[in-house]
């Protein structure tokens, strides 16, 4: 078998984050070839042309006779579907290379999936962007971030420690856990404040005093991820709903809490409530700010 | 009368958003004494040894003695009390200077100053920072944010004109508009977000899985303003509390919406709704983004 990091990396479907974990390879000492299959020519020609990948093919199986390592990128909705195709691509290639994902949501891959692979080490980096689309990978993106991996009973141990040693070449640091665990943490950590994101800046969207245009830094990080892409929203928001919808409640149960808070006008449950909310804050500052200039980059 | 730019400015209350004010006519072409009252020396001398002011004193009358413009910089709820002090001192002294505050509540204010002055014109810029106190002050933090006057019907015109071109100085943009919109207006912009902000880092706080070391860039931005300030908070919570309560509900309502969205798997009008909240975002990027490094300065 070809050295480590002189292996073939197949991405099927190139966008923001697999152009991403490309182009940071391509920053380590990763001198395999970097490959790509995608449903839409242009992405892919456009990949080729900023020098995020070497070679492209509109044939799934070209891709993957060559791969040593493929890595699904695709909305969570249709990366079940594709992991089934690709497997069974191999299966007729005779190959069986490690194969992980990207998706934002774990359980619903699996079961869309619905075959057992041993080499398939479900994945999920911590880290994205408003913007989507390989013309803005970055080879950065992943530096301080977290990889979620939750190999499942099936996936051989070998398999997994590859996919942590190829993150590992991004400067991201990996943890492991299982599929239902991952999916609860993921609405409460991103996809429920997604919703609000969203929910904040389609009030202000309606609101006839044009709210936004006196927006200041608050309201630039509250709706900055209301620029997310919609369709990969809807995906999420939907094949995630049971851990999405329990951790909406908490949070709808919070703002009926400050509501009531409000209205009777106390301060001093106030000043509890804030100072709870800041001390919380403050406790993660350092996991949540690892970088000083994050902003800069995203937007750029 | 001294020469615009040479004049003596008096901060009544050292803070972040006041010896930002400072440092920024610090670094123009302001060449007058800038000078300071406060109810802690501690804060006081801090600016003093970071060159934000000149001189400082314990006695407010020796500050307004001397005062060419009065900066009062205080909580909303104490701002009106501290109002009614400086223009009761000032009337003792027998001086009519120009007196502005940056109160992010107007209608409170000028309430509970309870007298007019004709020189007095009601001023808030729309910039802060998640933290608090002199020593985090910044001579940048104005730059292209937008500062609203609101002068009442006995405000003096030329008094309003000298509030206008000092915050010329600072980078920043001058828009007027009544006391009542502006109120209603930062209710949508920038209360209602920090409320959300907070239920946000309390639904987190509550939830076992401790989902906040998991955090990537969304969450960061979404719970960064829960750090700020509990007692201002709570002070902005209280008196502007009819406004803050309309905010809320509307933001609620989409809430509930986007719930029953997620709760029927209709992911056609999920897609419609984030995508008018995309555009909506992305129409106001230039606003909201008017430096592409704030992120770094606000945590430095």
Same mark, same amino acid.
């Given at each position: 078998?070809?050295? /480590? ?5 197949? /991405? +099927?479907?190139?966008g923001?984050? !697999?152009?991403?974990?490309? #182009?940071?390879?391509?920053? !380590?000492?990763? %001198? ?15 990949g ?5 990948? =070497? &070679? ?11 791969? =040593? ?12 579907? +594709?992991?089934? !195709? ?8 005779n ?5 992980? @994902? *990207? ?16 080499? /398939? ?16 990978? =970055?080879?950065?993106? /992943? ?25 590992? $070449?991004?400067?991201?640091?990996i ?6 665990? &991952?999916?609860?943490? $993921? ?7 997604h ?8 009030? *202000?969207?309606r609101?006839?005093? @044009?709210?936004?245009? &006196?927006?200041?830094?608050? $309201? ?10 919609? $369709?990969?929203?809807? =995906? ?9 919808? %329990? ?5 709808? @149960?919070?703002?009926? !809490? ?16 804030f100072?709870?909310?800041?001390? &919380?804050? #403050?406790a993660? @500052?350092?996991?949540? %700010? ?11």
């Open positions: 078998m070809t050295q /480590f990091q002189s292996r073939t990396v197949a /991405f +099927i479907g190139l923001l984050i !697999s152009g991403s974990l490309a #182009r940071a390879l391509r920053a !380590s000492s990763w %001198n395999g070839a970097l490959t790509a299959w995608g449903p839409r020519e242009a992405s892919l020609q456009r080729l042309e900023l020098g995020v990948i =070497d &070679h492209y093919s509109l044939e799934l199986s070209e891709v993957l006779a060559t791969a =040593d390592m493929v890595v699904v990128g695709a909305p969570p909705a249709a990366t079940g579907e +594709i992991l089934k !195709s690709v497997v069974n691509e191999l299966s007729r290639l190959r069986t290379p490690v194969v992980t @994902d *990207l998706a934002s949501i774990k359980g619903h891959v699996i079961d869309s999936m619905a075959c057992d692979y041993a080499n /398939f080490v479900p994945g999920h980096p911590i880290a994205g962007s408003e913007h989507s689309g390989v013309a803005f990978a =970055d080879g950065a993106l /992943f530096r301080g971030r977290e990889v979620i991996l939750t190999p499942l009973p099936h996936t051989a141990a070998d398999a997994t420690e590859q996919v942590k040693a190829m993150w590992d $070449l991004t400067g991201a640091y943890k492991q856990m299982g599929v239902e665990e &991952h999916d609860a943490l $993921l609405a409460a950590s991103s996809h429920m404040p919703i609000v994101a969203y929910a904040l800046t389609r009030a *202000l969207e609101d006839a005093s @044009d709210a936004m245009v &006196h927006g200041g830094g608050a $309201l630039r990080d509250m709706t900055r991820i209301a620029g997310s892409d919609p $369709l990969m929203w809807t =995906d999420i928001s939907v094949t995630n709903q049971t851990a999405l919808l %329990n951790a909406i409640d908490g949070f709808q @149960d919070e703002m009926t !809490s400050l509501r009531d808070l409000i209205t009777s006008s106390d301060a001093a449950a106030l000043r509890d409530y100072a709870i909310c800041r001390a &919380h804050r #403050r993660h @500052d350092d996991i949540l %700010n690892p970088l000083p200039s994050r902003d800069s980059e995203e937007t750029a």
